[in-house]
């Protein structure tokens, strides 16, 4: 797994900046993605087959997801939701690597939930211009205001600790798991770990692949749910 310690520091504009584990899992994630993409849309055909098939099914599936849950007029997010779907799912799966995933890290939760908030904040601006988005926050009364703001200003808190907490607590277990088995091993002076070999298979499944999916899917719903509601308040 990957440790809190600075990997390098990278030296820019007279600053030290330490580059952590998880900065270079999201490089990798993002330059794996950047390759896989041109090649899937790569030869696209009027009747589709084989990989295109795939794309088609995948572009249709967030298209429908987006309007089922937001309306038509939101359709245009579609893309947007559709790159955080696909960065964050590999960012949560790379659990399956045997490293520590990016969204273990706080700073990298935090830093996706951000995003989500300024575009929470943004559209709601559009979609009520200025002067209406201010006179939201006194909705449906005047005395709400304080409670509006901190509503507001807790979306990044939540997103983020969902994430980043689920996501923690299950490479908590799966290191408990192994860190077991190891002992199981030594106990029975075993000198190949035999029991680490197969045992985790299930556990991974469940903790990286099934919890890595659904936390991605709670994050955007949750974010769609949000710029829904925040602009039409």
């Keep these: 797994m990957g440790k809190s310690e600075a990997i390098f520091?990278?030296?820019?504009l007279g600053l030290n900046i330490p580059i952590y584990f998880s900065v270079i899992a999201q490089w990798i994630v993002i330059a794996f993605i950047m390759l896989i993409v041109p090649f899937l849309v790569r030869d696209l055909k009027t009747v589709p087959r084989g990989k295109q098939i795939f794309v088609e099914t995948v572009v249709e599936k967030?298209?429908?997801?987006?309007?089922?849950?937001?309306?038509?007029e939101y359709k245009g997010f579609a893309?947007?939701?559709?790159?955080?779907?696909?960065?964050?799912?590999f960012l949560n799966l790379f659990g399956l690597t045997g490293f520590r995933p990016p969204t273990a890290d706080y700073s990298v939760a935090l830093g996706l939930a951000l995003i989500s908030f300024v575009l929470i904040q943004v559209n709601a601006i559009v979609h009520s211009g200025i002067l209406g988005y201010f006179k939201g926050y006194a909705k449906p009364f005047w005395f709400m205001l304080p409670l509006n703001i901190i509503e507001r200003l807790v979306v990044?808190?939540?997103l983020s600790l969902r994430l980043f907490g689920n996501i923690t607590?299950?490479?908590i277990m799966m290191e408990l798991l192994y860190e077991g088995l190891e002992f199981l091993s030594y106990s029975l002076h075993l000198k190949v770990?035999?029991?680490?070999a197969f045992l985790p298979i299930p556990f991974h499944i469940y903790f990286d692949l099934f919890d890595g999916t659904i936390q991605m899917f709670i994050f955007v719903m949750l974010t769609m749910i949000f710029i829904k509601t925040t602009s039409e308040h």
Excluded: C, E, H, Q
């Design 193 to 196: 770990p035999v029991f680490a």
């Design 62 to 72: 967030i298209n429908s997801l987006v309007k089922g849950s937001m309306g038509d």
């Design 9 to 12: 520091t990278l030296r820019l």
């Design 79 to 89: 893309p947007f939701f559709g790159t955080l779907m696909i960065y964050l799912l």
């Design 169 to 171: 607590a299950a490479v």
């Design 156 to 158: 990044p808190v939540s």
